[in-house]
T-cell receptor, first 114, second 115 residues
Framework: QKEVEQNSGPLSVPEGAIASLNCTYS??????FFWYRQYSGKSPELIMS????GDKEDGRFTAQLNKASQYVSLLIRDSQPSDSATYLC??????????????FGRGTQLTVWP | DADVTQTPRNRITKTGKRIMLECSQT?????MYWYRQDPGLGLRLIYY???????NKGEISDGYSVSRQAQAKFSLSLESAIPNQTALYFC??????????????FGPGTRLTVL
């Protein structure tokens, strides 16, 4: 069973701060990593993907990947109340019989207060 | 129009009833998935289909069955609903290449309540 663990939260930060969300995974063969945002009662929405070690920036979001440590993170700069949501880390099986399947963490609930 | 649609969006039913949840997509993806989500438990895979003739069980398939009627349609059935199947159900799709970067896109969800 492929494991994906996220910091349990909930995480609460003031508006304008940096929110840091972390995720570790067990499958060393995985090459594709994704962050989804999910508002309460809504469906998960893809916000970031990362495949290479290092940082990937998209607006206020930065994804970081360290394959040696099997660690992926998401930083949200200048956090806004509209960022308040649950963030799901997803790791794709890129080999073997489960090729193409996504394995999700349980999510970290983020609250940004004004 | 949404790329992935689910019907119904909300359903309340009674224990023992047969329920079908439907998913349709216009993304042209070959792969389709059914998940359920419960508070604190994250997304759990029920069934997935890599093409019309390929259907596989996920982690929690007991009590559920599926039908892949066409590339664009994937239905989930609860043969005899029970209260612990009360949850939010999501359909998702992805391309068939399995290439790095291919990921899943979710429908809006069905909120199912079994009394």
């Amino acid at each position: 069973q492929k494991e994906v663990e996220q910091n349990s939260g909930p995480l609460s930060v003031p508006e304008g701060a940096i929110a840091s969300l972390n995720c570790t995974y067990s499958d060393r063969g995985s090459q594709s990593f994704f962050w989804y945002r999910q508002y309460s009662g809504k469906s998960p929405e893809l916000i970031m993907s990362i495949y290479s070690n290092g940082d990937k920036e998209d607006g206020r979001f930065t994804a970081q990947l360290n394959k040696a440590s099997q660690y992926v993170s998401l930083l949200i700069r200048d956090s806004q109340p509209s960022d308040s949501a649950t963030y799901l880390c997803a790791v794709k099986a890129d080999r073997g019989s489960t090729l193409g399947r996504l394995y999700f963490g349980r999510g970290t609930q983020l609250t940004v207060w004004p | 129009d949404a790329d992935v649609t689910q019907t119904p969006r909300n359903r309340i039913t009674k224990t023992g009833k047969r329920i079908m949840l439907e998913c349709s997509q216009t993304k042209g993806h070959d792969r389709m998935y059914w998940y359920r989500q419960d508070p604190g438990l994250g997304l759990r895979l029920i069934y997935y289909s890599f093409d019309v003739k390929d259907i596989n069980k996920g982690e929690i398939s007991d009590g559920y069955s599926v039908s892949r009627q066409a590339q664009a349609k994937f239905s989930l059935s609860l043969e005899s609903a029970i209260p612990n199947q009360t949850a939010l159900y999501f359909c998702a799709t992805s391309r068939s290449s399995g290439a790095i970067g291919d990921t899943q896109y979710f429908g809006p969800g069905t909120r199912l309540t079994v009394l």
